[in-house]
């Protein structure tokens, strides 16, 4: 059964500074997605990141950027130069893909709650 | 251009009743997914719709329902409402066919007393 494994319940991190959240992932299959989203305490889900299972590059996007590795089934996310604003709830999640190339459900983990300390 | 709008924002109910939870897609995208998520847990997928039809259903039970109309908003309906169906329901909305974004609301907070 495919399953995300968030491991870090929570973090603390100097504002100004460098924070990698872990998200391990299982699935059989080849092809599958992995995301990662941000839900401040209004409840929103808000994008981050996402990257293919057949990127060949690890996915950046501004101060966020995806360390994936394939073959250990991890796909950590590293925050850069932290924000007070980066204080929230941080999930990793996980979406297969059929053949067709349509979407299918997220799976998640339980997430990774992150306090930037001024 | 709006994003995922749902309605309404936070209801409290009692046990047995029935709910109906409502969300309106980002423009241009035609597929709408439900997610139940319980404090402290990550979403669970309750079901998806696309071109008006349930295409895909998580592991609930059949008291959850849901609807999808032809300008691509969609109802969630829940009957017979348990205390343990408390919860943020988030919508998320996306492009079918090779988009692989998913857009989500800010939720509806339900809780049942």
């Known amino acids: 059964a495919q399953k995300i494994t968030q491991t870090q319940p929570g973090m603390f991190v100097q504002e100004k500074e460098a924070v990698t959240l872990d998200c391990t992932y299982d699935t059989s299959d080849p092809s599958y997605g992995l995301f990662w989203y941000k839900q401040p305490s209004s409840g929103e889900m808000i994008f981050l990141i996402y990257?293919?299972?057949?990127d060949q590059q690890n996915a950046t996007e501004g101060r966020y950027s995806l360390n994936f590795q394939k073959a250990r089934k991890s796909a950590n996310l590293v925050i850069s130069a932290s924000q007070l604003g980066d204080s929230a709830m941080y999930f990793c999640a996980m979406r297969e893909v059929n053949d067709a190339g349509n979407n299918r459900k997220l799976i998640w983990g339980l997430g990774t709650s992150l306090a930037v300390n001024p | 251009d709006a994003g995922v709008t749902q309605s309404p924002t936070h209801l409290i109910k009692t046990r047995g009743q029935q709910v109906t939870l409502r969300c309106s897609p980002k423009?241009?995208?035609?597929?709408v997914s439900w997610y139940q998520q319980a404090l402290g847990q990550g979403p669970q997928f309750i079901f998806q719709y696309y071109e008006e039809e349930e295409r895909q259903r998580g592991n609930f039970p059949d008291r959850f329902s849901g609807h999808q109309f032809p300008n691509y908003s969609s109802e969630l309906n829940v009957n017979a409402l348990l205390l343990g169906d408390s919860a943020l329901y988030l919508c998320a909305s996306s492009l079918e066919g090779g988009s692989y974004g998913y857009t989500f609301g800010s939720g509806t907070r339900l809780t049942v007393v």
């Open positions: 990257q293919g299972s057949y």
């Open positions: 423009s241009g995208h035609d597929t």
